[in-house]
């Protein structure tokens, strides 16, 4: 089963702007982690934050993490044609494999010129 | 190529056949995952190897799907008896230590 939601499910949005997607999640967690999706392939690591951690930055991509309400979001700042992608959070547990990673329902960004 | 392979990338399965899906993760990675992405959704974990041993197992979703990596390094994912609720997208994924996964392109698996 999922682990959360994300919303939106879909974000259309021209080259330039901002994208904000966000994530929420229903157990505790070690880390968060967002990946990026292209049509036809794998997954790709973007970033990932901590549980004592609140907010990163990579590039042009930032990340907030709320561990009090369980959720996430991930800004992604003068998006490019080549952002478009899906974009997953992903969560590993504190019990189990610690490592297994437990995926959101993914945000499609659509970025136009 | 120092990525993750996945063979083949499509199949084509009449119900009732058997399959079997081969991942090759980048060399050296002890941790080897499965994951199972259906249509829209994000990928659902099904199994989990540390070298050769299957420490997890616990996201298979029937005793048809069977997994293996027998010297710790390729891995094969084999599903009996298809159902047609086995359509799905295979994904590989390894990783070095705890947290970051490579993925590879994933075997699209079609049953009819």
């Known amino acids: 089963s999922q682990q959360g939601e994300e919303d939106p499910q879909a974000l259309s949005i021209q080259e330039g702007e901002n994208a904000t997607m966000n994530c929420s999640y229903k157990?505790?967690?070690?880390?968060l982690q967002w990946y990026r999706q292209n049509s036809g392939r794998g997954l790709v690591h973007l970033i990932l934050?901590?549980?004592?951690?609140r907010e990163k930055h990579s590039g042009r991509l930032r990340v907030t993490l709320d561990t009090s309400k369980k959720s996430s979001s991930l800004l992604i700042t003068a998006s490019r044609a080549a952002d478009t992608a899906s974009y997953f959070c992903?969560?590993?547990?504190?019990?189990?494999?610690?490592?297994?990673?437990?995926f959101g329902t993914g945000t499609r960004l659509q970025v136009t010129l | 190529g120092a990525g993750v392979s996945q063979s083949p990338r499509y199949k084509v399965a009449k119900r009732g056949q058997d399959v079997a899906l081969r991942c090759d993760p980048i060399?050296?990675?002890?941790?080897l995952f499965w994951y199972q992405q259906a249509l829209g959704q994000g990928p659902e974990f099904l199994t989990y190897f540390q070298n050769e041993a299957q420490l997890d197992k616990s996201g298979l979703p029937s005793d048809r799907f069977f997994a293996e990596r027998p010297e710790g390094s390729v891995s094969t994912l084999k599903i009996q008896r298809t159902q047609q609720e086995d359509s799905a997208v295979y994904l590989c994924a390894s990783s070095s230590h705890a947290y970051e996964q490579y993925f590879g392109p994933g075997t699209r698996l079609t049953v009819t």
């Open positions: 157990t505790s967690i070690n880390n």
């Open positions: 060399s050296g990675h002890v941790s």
């Open positions: 992903a969560t590993d547990g504190l019990t189990g494999t610690a490592s297994k990673l437990t």
């Open positions: 934050i901590r549980s004592n951690e």
